[in-house]
């Protein structure tokens, strides 16, 4: 039973990243099959590399020194993080907030059954995780003929046993969040925090990991001897492949199975509570307020603003960008000094034209590029289409609507970030301000409405999870990275080929020019052929 | 007030309404009645403009859902089996949304939400989230959302599945008060009994084609509704079977 729950939980998963139209039946097709293993080996290949660099830096000083085990201990490290860190609000949907809990419990299947699925389910994406970690660094490793066949095999015993812990952490930590925020009204905004907090230290992290890097391999002995100390279970790890000891091997056996077994223990003695108990926040009482009419474009809007702020994976998932704008132009402005001495290097490089003022627009470009939420809006309409498609309000107005809450979600802090950048940067010079002001928005109007356009053509109306389109739809990974390929073009299409014509201030004119034809241009689609396609949709 | 003629819809090969034609006159109650699959809800969201046809037309007061579908949904009002709506609003939010779009002037959709949602016993919820709704409040929700602006054509999907019983008093009141004022209803059920009570009109459908339809007791005879239905729908099988 337990296998055939998992097989259907990893299908379920399976659907919601990749299946677009059940009602019609329709398969992928053999262009987007390639597009997404394009797209898998770009991502597996960036983190491999990612990995390999840190690992090379690390490997050789490590072994010298003879804390070998250290290189495996930073690897149990980032993969028990990473894997903790995606695992909770995962676990917290997966295990106690999971919609069919209550169906699954009225059929002939044991809870401890149940349970089991939707763990070893987590199971699988964690080794996902680790793999792209572990198997590199191993590789690594073995490359500078330190490996040992007992090393080896050790390395496979703890590559399977290692999500075990984080698994055990990640659902204990998803427990306490389900208890603290069933009650609360403002559910959605704790998740945000947790999520926005998660989120920094990871950027401050891994803006600093060089740094790091470098204490490591200087003070590495120092180090060292504080892990051994402080974190003895993965100490244990480390030290189990790279010196092949076997009881440190068997210690690390039982810090990863006993917690395990105890979470395991404690939850199927409870899952039928926790699965049946019925939350939720005090009732709110209705006072009769006057209320306010809207036209119709400006209540489509209210009404994706008030979707959007209402769901904490929407937010995070698709307009991360606008986070990163707030933080460049408050570095930029209260890290005036460090920001200036950037400025000076920069323009010493590359000496022609308005460099930094081109190099911070399309700074805040690229974050832009990672705002993707109009490239989702159709799709979220999901099975409430009908109600859209049955009241007199016209498509146009509809796309509009959507339009418009894409750009107050990206426009406002990108103007934000810009002109905290300009009061840092750019006070004294008009073109400078201009640019990181300009530049930004004419490339947000173009990803709002090419967004709109993509999910017109690939809308996923037939999810069970809003965070299905959002998170895993198509038309968001195309927009996303097509927008990264579109910026990393254009840098390359100057460098390579331009800069030795024209100077960059006219290059970036040049660009905001063009995009400003293409908004104009596909604004006019998206209010006739886009009109007539959203209405062609079956609700 | 409602016009189908020769309405014909096809998922892939399979025809889900074959050449179907009705019509509705204002102050009537029409019942649509048919087993699952029959082509109800296909027929409806055709109506309603949610479905694009093959072939055939639809009118509702001289307005083609095809040509003029704004002016259409101006006037009509539609109710579906399962009322999914925006789980992230209040039911006072989504009341006022749907104001909104039916451009209902600010005093008057103060006074009609507060008049169906005391009559549906809805108003302490209003300030909930849909989402804490039961699937009955959604229903209520819905009906008020839809009787809201008044419509002339009032079409629903199954409209007393979740109800409760002083709920379905309120609407079956509530309906017939618009077939009194001259509006019209278009409604799909399986509880025969009860369309045999209101309705005025009735049109039997069984796998994809008109199997009877006109005025309650043309169609019934000296029968029940149920006896005529299963008789229909028998030998409509038959046919289908054979050809």
């Known amino acids: ?539 | 007030m409602l016009d189908i003629k020769n309405l014909t819809k096809t998922f892939g090969d399979k025809k889900a309404v074959n050449d179907i034609s009705l019509h509705v006159s204002p102050g009537e109650l029409y019942g649509f009645i048919g087993h699952n699959g029959a082509g109800k809800s296909t027929t409806i969201k055709s109506v309603c403009g949610l479905l694009q046809f093959d072939s055939g037309d639809i009118t509702v007061d001289g307005h083609s859902i095809k040509t003029e579908p704004i002016e259409v949904k101006k006037i009509i009002s539609y109710l579906p089996d399962n009322p999914d709506m925006y789980e992230f609003l209040s039911g006072i939010k989504y009341l006022n949304f749907v104001a909104d779009i039916f451009s209902i002037p600010v005093e008057t959709r103060e006074e009609r939400i507060h008049k169906y949602a005391d009559l549906f016993e809805l108003t302490s919820d209003l300030a909930q989230p849909i989402s804490t709704y039961s699937h009955g409040m959604k229903q209520k929700l819905a009906l008020i959302s839809a009787l809201m602006h008044d419509p002339k054509l009032l079409i629903m999907d199954e409209p007393f599945v979740g109800l409760d019983p002083k709920a379905a008093k309120v609407m079956k009141d509530a309906m017939r008060e618009l077939t009194d004022r001259g509006g019209a209803i278009f409604f799909s059920t399986h509880v025969l009994e009860v369309a045999e009570k209101l309705c005025d009109r009735v049109a039997i459908i069984s796998h994809g084609k008109l199997a009877a339809s006109g005025k309650m007791d043309e169609v019934l005879g000296n029968e029940s509704l149920e006896d005529v239905f299963f008789e229909l729908d028998e030998a409509a099988r038959a046919e289908s079977d054979n050809g």
């Not at chain 1, 990612?50 to 010298?64: C, E, H, K």
């Not at chain 1, 809990?101 to 964690?126: A, D, G, Y």
């Not at chain 1, 090393?151 to 389900?178: R, S």
């Not at chain 1, 300009?438 to 993509?454: E, R």
């Open chain 1, 1 to 539: 039973m337990v296998k055939k729950l998992l097989i259907i939980n990893l299908k379920a998963m399976y659907s919601s990243m990749f299946n677009r139209n059940k009602k019609k039946n329709k398969s992928m097709g053999l262009p987007v099959k390639i597009g997404i293993a394009v797209l898998a080996v770009y991502v597996v290949a960036a983190f491999a590399t990612m990995v390999v660099s840190f690992a090379i830096q690390l490997r050789d000083p490590f072994y010298n020194l003879g804390i070998g085990w250290m290189y495996f201990t930073l690897n149990s490290i980032v993969v028990f993080s990473i894997c903790v860190i995606t695992c909770i609000f995962t676990a917290q949907a997966q295990i106690f907030n999971a919609k069919d809990n209550e169906l699954l419990l009225s059929m002939p299947i044991k809870p401890s059954s149940i349970l089991l699925s939707r763990v070893l389910t987590l199971l699988v994406t964690e080794y996902i995780f680790e793999a792209l970690i572990s198997i590199p660094m191993y590789v690594v490793w073995a490359m500078g003929g330190y490996a040992t066949v007992t090393g080896t095999i050790f390395f496979v015993i703890e590559f399977l046993l290692l999500p075990l812990m984080a698994l055990a952490v990640a659902c204990l930590l998803a427990w306490i969040l389900t208890l603290v925020t069933s009650r609360m009204r403002k559910q959605n905004f704790v998740t945000l925090v947790i999520s926005v907090i998660f989120l920094v230290a990871y950027v401050w992290l891994f803006s600093n990991l060089q740094q790091y890097i470098m204490n490591l391999v200087t003070n590495g002995s120092a180090i060292a001897d504080a892990f051994r100390q402080g974190f003895p279970p993965l100490y244990y790890f480390g030290s189990a492949i790279s010196d092949g000891n076997a009881l440190h091997l068997l210690i690390f056996i039982a810090f990863a199975i006993i917690p395990f077994a105890i979470m395991i223990g404690l939850l199927s003695h409870s899952f039928i509570r926790i699965a049946t108990t019925k939350r939720g926040a005090k009732k709110r009482q209705y006072h009769v307020k006057a209320l306010k009419s809207s036209g119709h474009i400006a209540a489509v809007n209210k009404l994706e603003l008030r979707r959007y702020w209402n769901n904490t994976s929407i937010i995070l998932n698709t307009s991360l960008g606008g986070m990163f704008a707030l933080v460049i132009g408050g570095y930029l402005l209260f890290s005036r000094s460090s920001a200036l001495e950037l400025v000076a290097v920069l323009s010493a490089l590359l000496p022609d034209g308005n460099v930094i003022a081109a190099i911070v627009a399309a700074a805040f470009a690229l974050t832009a590029a990672m705002n993707v939420l109009s490239a989702a809006l159709i799709s979220l309409e999901g099975n409430r289409l009908w109600i859209l498609r049955s009241m007199p309000i016209s498509s146009r107005s509809v796309l509009l609507g959507k339009l418009a809450t894409h750009l107050e979600i990206s426009l406002i802090p990108a103007w934000i970030g810009g002109i905290l950048s300009i009061f840092a940067l750019f006070t004294k010079d008009l073109e400078g301000a201009l640019m990181v002001l300009i530049l930004p928005t004419v490339f947000i109007v173009f990803i709002g409405i090419f967004g709109l356009i993509i999910n017109l053509h690939m809308p996923k109306l037939d999810w069970t999870n809003e965070l299905q389109p959002v998170k895993h739809g198509m038309p968001v990974l195309i927009v996303m990275f097509g927008m990264f390929a579109l910026l990393a073009g254009l840098v390359l299409l100057y460098v390579f080929a331009l800069s030795s014509y024209m100077n960059i201030s006219l290059f970036v004119w040049l660009v905001v020019a063009v995009l400003v034809v293409l908004d104009i241009l596909l604004s006019y689609w998206l209010v006739t052929a886009g009109a007539r396609k959203f209405e062609a949709l079956e609700a």
